[in-house]
Every structure is written in C-alpha cells, then in structure tokens.
C-alpha cells in the first residue's frame, strides 16, 4: 500500500531563468502539508521566486510544480485553495479596508468574517478608511487579516511585515500560531527576522543564490550546531570533527561555528577544553549563507589581520 502522502506542494529539479539571471537554480523540496514553514535566505535568494511559482504567478523555465496535486499556472482549482500575502501589496485606489475584506471573502472559499472581525480590532484597522491612507505598517496589517481570515488550506505570505511594530508583529504570530492550531494548515512565511518567527516554525528552507541550502524540519536544527572558543588549534581540531561553518580567530584563540555531525555536543567540546555555547537558527542561518559567499577555502575571519 502507497503510505498517505504529506506533501502540501512539490517542487522538483525547478529552474526560473529571468533573461540571463538565474533566480532558482535545480531547486527541489517538499511543503509539507498542515505545517509551517520558514522560507529564508539573504536578499536577492529567490524566496519570492519560488513563492511565485508555488501561487502560479509564473511558471519554472525546467522543472515542475505541483500543488495540492496539480499544477498551480491558471488553475482555478488549485488557486482557489491559496492565498498569497505579497510584500508590498497594493489594491485598487478606491478600496477602503472593509471593500479589500470583502473581495477577500468572495475569493477564498474558507473565509472567516468572525475572524476577520476580530483581527481588524486586534490591529486597530478602521474599516470604513481608504486603504489608501493608511500608514505603512497598516497597510501590511490589512495583508495579515486577509491571510489569516483567508483559511486557505496553503497560505503564504511574503515579508509580510514591511512598517509593522514589534507589537503588531508579536501580535500577528501569536495569531497566527493560535489559530493554526485550532485550524491547521499550510502556511509559508518568508522572514528576515528568523529569531523572531524561530518558535513558530516547524520547517525551515534556507535558499541562497538559487540554490537550497538547508531543508530539514525545525527540530531537528535546534541544537544542530554550537559556537565552541579556545585555543585555535583544539578548536580547529574540534570543527575537524565536525563541519566548520564560520571561524573568527584572534591572538591564538578561535571562535567557531560548527555544525554537528552527530555526538553529543556540549560532552565533546568540553572533554575538548573547549566553551561552547548552542547557537540559534538565525546564527545558524547566516553561518551557512555566509559560507557560501565566500571561495571553499576561506570559512574563516581572521581578526589578527584585521586588527592591524
Ligand atoms: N522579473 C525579474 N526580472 C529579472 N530578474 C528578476 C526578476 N524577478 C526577480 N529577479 C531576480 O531574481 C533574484 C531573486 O529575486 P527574489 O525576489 O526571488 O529574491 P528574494 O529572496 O525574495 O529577495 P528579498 O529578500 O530581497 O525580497 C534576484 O537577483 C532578482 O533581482
């Protein structure tokens, strides 16, 4: 018997050519279904890209998509089901905040007005303004409503949090992560601020240039590397055991990030002589992306030359 398959959306071997750029390059993996997943990577990786063609606002130049098993490019079926929060979103020039909810509702079969409701007080939106005059971080609030309200059985959202305050976006993860639980669904979330969506997620994809980095559910990834300090060489003896992702050196003592390779830990650098310390999934991030932006060799900072 075929097991149940827990793929929400499939990407296989997908390549997005824009005239001589290449914005994805042979990128495979899997969107889990009823699960969140963190899509990060520096600017310019191809996060919105691959947003693009998972929502059928394009299709790959090689490769396929498949969502919700079919293809998403004009396919009611399958667009029907999705949401997509945009960065940036913009709506038709007379729409107040209560006529871009109303549209919303007449496109997403799951919509929520109590919901919808609810979250407009939550984010002090006035209904009856032109969407037009409101502030920034408003306007991006409108965006969180819908895709919230939405339902949609795969929701994404892109950077949606452009002018929004630390408040409004505690409050837009505390809902979020609420009301998943109560109606779970897929959802997508391309971040900048890792830490702060770290609890949330449940997968994370790191993408750079194009390409995936790193593809693994969260948990697994908690833990999954330390910073161990010390004298350069038991350090380098240490990330010789392991993966070194990052090193930063100074007087004869080192500073590295370093991704395990099975072991425990904190056991194995301390019977090093080593500190160590966990290091959090944004750390972990920008120690991979960094490393691929710099030539093979060179995974180290060396602060002795800097400092002279
Ligand atoms: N229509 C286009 N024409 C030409 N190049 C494009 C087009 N759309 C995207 N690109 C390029 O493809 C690459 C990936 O862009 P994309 O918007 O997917 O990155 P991103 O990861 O979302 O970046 P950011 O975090 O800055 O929003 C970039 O180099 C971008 O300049």
Same mark, same amino acid.
């Given at each position: 018997?075929?097991?149940?398959?827990?793929?929400?959306?499939?990407?296989?071997?997908?390549?997005?050519?824009?005239?001589?750029?290449?914005?994805?390059?042979?990128?495979?993996?899997?969107?889990?279904?009823?699960?969140?997943?963190?899509?990060?990577?520096?600017?310019?990786?191809?996060?919105?890209?691959?947003?693009?063609?998972?929502?059928?606002?394009?299709?790959?130049?090689?490769?396929?998509?498949?969502?919700?098993?079919?293809?998403?490019?004009?396919?009611?079926?399958?667009?029907?089901?999705?949401?997509?929060?945009?960065?940036?979103?913009?709506?038709?020039?007379?729409?107040?905040?209560?006529?871009?909810?109303?549209?919303?509702?007449?496109?997403?079969?799951?919509?929520?007005?109590?919901?919808?409701?609810?979250?407009?007080?939550?984010?002090?939106?006035?209904?009856? /303004? $032109? @969407?037009?005059? !409101?502030?920034? %971080?408003?306007?991006?609030?409108?965006?969180?409503?819908? #895709? *919230? &309200?939405?339902?949609?059985?795969?929701?994404?959202?892109?950077?949606?949090?452009?002018?929004?305050?630390?408040?409004?976006?505690?409050?837009?993860?505390?809902?979020?992560?609420?009301?998943?639980?109560?109606?779970?669904?897929?959802?997508?979330?391309?971040?900048?601020?890792?830490?702060?969506?770290?609890?949330?997620?449940?997968?994370?994809?790191?993408?750079?240039?194009?390409?995936?980095?790193?593809?693994?559910?969260?948990?697994?990834?908690?833990?999954?590397?330390?910073?161990?300090?010390?004298?350069?060489?038991?350090?380098?003896?240490?990330?010789?055991?392991?993966?070194?992702?990052?090193?930063?050196?100074?007087?004869?003592?080192? /500073? $590295? @990030?370093?991704? !395990?390779?099975? %072991?425990?830990?904190?056991?194995?650098?301390?019977?090093? #002589? *080593? &500190?160590?310390?966990?290091?959090?999934?944004?750390?972990?991030?920008?120690?991979?992306?960094?490393?691929?932006?710099?030539?093979?060799?060179?995974?180290?900072?060396?602060?002795?030359?800097?400092?002279?």
């Amino acid at each position: 018997m075929t097991p149940p398959t827990t793929a929400a959306a499939t990407v296989r071997d997908v390549t997005m050519r824009f005239r001589g750029h290449t914005a994805l390059d042979g990128v495979s993996t899997v969107i889990e279904r009823d699960s969140i997943t963190g899509l990060v990577g520096r600017n310019g990786a191809g996060k919105t890209t691959l947003m693009q063609l998972l929502t059928g606002h394009r299709v790959p130049t090689s490769g396929s998509v498949e969502v919700l098993g079919g293809a998403p490019y004009e396919n009611d079926g399958v667009l029907s089901r999705i949401c997509f929060v945009k960065e940036g979103q913009r709506y038709p020039d007379h729409f107040r905040v209560r006529d871009a909810l109303d549209a919303a509702a007449l496109v997403y079969p799951d919509w929520n007005a109590g919901l919808a409701a609810e979250l407009l007080r939550d984010f002090d939106l006035p209904a009856k /303004r $032109s @969407v037009k005059k !409101l502030s920034r %971080g408003m306007t991006s609030a409108v965006g969180i409503v819908i #895709g *919230l &309200a939405s339902r949609a059985p795969i929701t994404l959202f892109d950077e949606p949090y452009l002018g929004l305050d630390a408040v409004a976006r505690q409050l837009f993860y505390d809902r979020l992560l609420a009301d998943y639980a109560e109606h779970p669904r897929t959802v997508v979330l391309s971040t900048h601020l890792i830490e702060e969506i770290a609890a949330l997620l449940e997968r994370v994809l790191l993408i750079d240039r194009g390409r995936v980095l790193l593809d693994a559910d969260a948990e697994s990834l908690r833990g999954s590397a330390v910073t161990v300090t010390g004298p350069s060489d038991r350090v380098a003896a240490f990330a010789g055991r392991h993966e070194l992702l990052h090193t930063e050196s100074l007087a004869g003592q080192s /500073r $590295s @990030v370093v991704r !395990l390779t099975g %072991g425990s830990a904190g056991g194995d650098a301390a019977d090093a #002589g *080593l &500190a160590w310390e966990p290091v959090t999934l944004q750390q972990l991030v920008v120690a991979m992306s960094l490393r691929t932006s710099r030539p093979e060799s060179s995974t180290s900072t060396d602060l002795e030359e800097v400092s002279r």
